[in-house]
Nanobody
């Protein structure tokens, strides 16, 4: 099982980034997928979740209206489109898959929002 995030970068405030998470080793279309983020000294927090079919999404209040989660089950990939980025969005972003009690995590990708 592997989840590999990509797309993290340094971006100016107000800018945009798209993160990708490529899954392998399990039946991707059966799993709900989430993006989390973590900064040093803080707990990992949920950012967005999408159901296995893509028909349902949920967002943290802090990113609503700015971030969009989506998935392509044919490509075994989940995305996080981030816009109007703020310095407080700086974090390591992780993707997670979940089906019942079974969870897998990626290694994370760094997003830094700074001028």
């Amino acid at each position: 099982v592997q989840l590999v995030e990509s797309g993290g970068n340094l971006v100016q405030p107000g800018g945009s980034l798209r993160l990708s998470c490529l899954a392998s080793g399990f039946t991707f279309r059966y799993y709900d997928m989430s993006w989390y983020r973590q900064t040093p000294g803080k707990e990992r927090e949920s950012v967005a979740t999408i159901s296995s079919t893509g028909g349902s999404t949920n967002y943290a209040d802090s990113v609503k209206g700015r971030f969009t989660i989506s998935r392509d089950n044919a490509k075994n990939t989940v995305y996080l489109q981030m816009s109007s980025l703020k310095p407080e969005d700086t974090a390591v972003y992780y993707c997670k898959s979940r089906r019942w009690s079974e969870e897998y995590w990626g290694q994370g990708t760094q997003v830094t929002v700074s001028s």
